[in-house]
């Protein structure tokens, strides 16, 4: 799962469907590859929000297939030039950039024993650089690596229902790591509302340890919605939204941020897909603000 928020600051401091008729089966394995199931863990002066990377069709999942396996690469820009203070106001930011890629592979299947649920199990790897040229600053390497799964079952073939849970292993780089273990733990869904109209959601919380630098971060709440519409067999345009509440601790304050965005999906190949977003924070407290281009690829074997 991918980078995080902002780091939080100390206290007194002002951060696939099921087989349904006409359907090519191929494009119900693009939606499950598009399952992020975490694509934005913890990541140090990082202002989007959990699991904000998600798109169209993210948990428009399929059961009873053959398994198969899959590659997303995702990266974004993030400029922290504004953030938001104890009061809700937007003051200077950090001045940071962060360019970020998160490589994810996943397998997909249907156990045996109840061909009626959908189960997968990904490994994510962020690649990391962040530069600040007021202080002339720069880091760089790997992030901390996550891993996880996320079952699935569909009450009806136009609904999706799930559960995913994530550990994020402080290995990474230390110029980048958050020296913290991680569970980030949810629920998802996806309703197909028409044959072109779909929501994609999620909600769920992401649990801390201590850093070794004896901060203490706050457990946080996150959800993230999706509204697409399949404009042409190519193009889907879609609306995000973002929220996420984080809780005071002894050395850090809580925060919240409400982000909102826009977006495209191409619908390239059956086994292909390429989403854009570009996404912006609306409101929020002792929070960065989010200001990101976004761009993910994903690959259906």
């Known amino acids: 799962m991918m980078p995080n928020r902002q780091a939080p600051s100390r206290r007194g401091h002002t951060q696939h469907p099921a087989h349904r008729p006409g359907r090519?089966?191929?494009?119900?394995?693009?939606?499950?590859?598009?399952?992020?199931?975490g694509a934005s863990a913890a990541l140090p002066v990082q202002a989007q929000t959990t699991f904000d990377v998600i798109g169209p069709h993210e948990y428009d999942l399929?059961?009873?297939?053959?398994?198969?396996?899959?590659?997303?690469?995702?990266?974004?820009?993030?400029?922290?030039?504004?953030?938001?203070?104890?009061?809700?106001?937007r003051v200077r930011g950090s001045d940071s950039e962060a360019i970020v890629g998160l490589s994810k592979?996943?397998?997909?299947?249907?156990?045996?024993?109840?061909?009626?649920?959908?189960?997968?199990?990904?490994?994510?790897?962020?690649?990391?650089?962040?530069r600040?040229?007021?202080?002339?600053?720069?880091a760089s390497g790997l992030g901390d690596p996550m891993t996880g799964f996320a079952?699935?079952?569909k009450p009806r073939p136009d609904i999706t229902l799930g559960f995913q849970s994530f550990l994020q292993i402080p290995a990474g780089s230390s110029e980048v790591s958050d020296k913290n273990w991680k569970n980030l733990s949810s629920l998802f869904w996806d309703w197909r509302l028409t044959d072109k109209l779909g929501w994609t959601a999620d909600a769920g919380f992401v649990f801390q340890g201590d850093r070794t630098d004896d901060?203490?971060?706050?457990?946080?709440f996150h959800t993230n919605h999706r509204l697409g519409y399949r404009a042409?067999?190519?193009?889907?345009?879609?609306?995000?939204l973002d929220y996420e509440r984080s809780k005071s601790t002894s050395t850090v304050d809580g925060g919240h941020v409400l982000d909102g965005g826009i977006g495209l999906m191409f619908h390239t190949f059956d086994n292909q897909s390429i989403t854009l977003r570009y996404s912006h924070s609306i409101s929020g407290?002792?929070?960065?603000?989010?200001?990101?281009?976004?761009?993910?690829?994903?690959?259906?074997?």
Request: zero cysteines; aromatic letters at 16%.
């Open 232 to 240: 042409t067999p190519l193009l889907e345009p879609f609306l995000a």
């Open 24 to 37: 090519n089966p191929l494009s119900g394995l693009l939606a499950a590859a598009l399952l992020t199931l």
């Open 151 to 153: 079952i699935w079952y």
């Open 105 to 130: 592979y996943v397998r997909f299947w249907t156990p045996d024993f109840n061909r009626n649920i959908g189960l997968a199990w990904e490994v994510i790897v962020p690649e990391i650089s962040i």
């Open 285 to 301: 407290e002792n929070h960065s603000v989010n200001d990101s281009f976004n761009i993910k690829y994903a690959y259906v074997w």
């Open 132 to 138: 600040n040229d007021r202080n002339n600053s720069h």
């Open 62 to 89: 399929p059961i009873d297939f053959k398994p198969f396996n899959v590659f997303v690469q995702y990266a974004y820009l993030q400029r922290n030039k504004r953030a938001f203070d104890n009061d809700g106001d």
């Open 215 to 220: 901060i203490r971060p706050g457990h946080s």
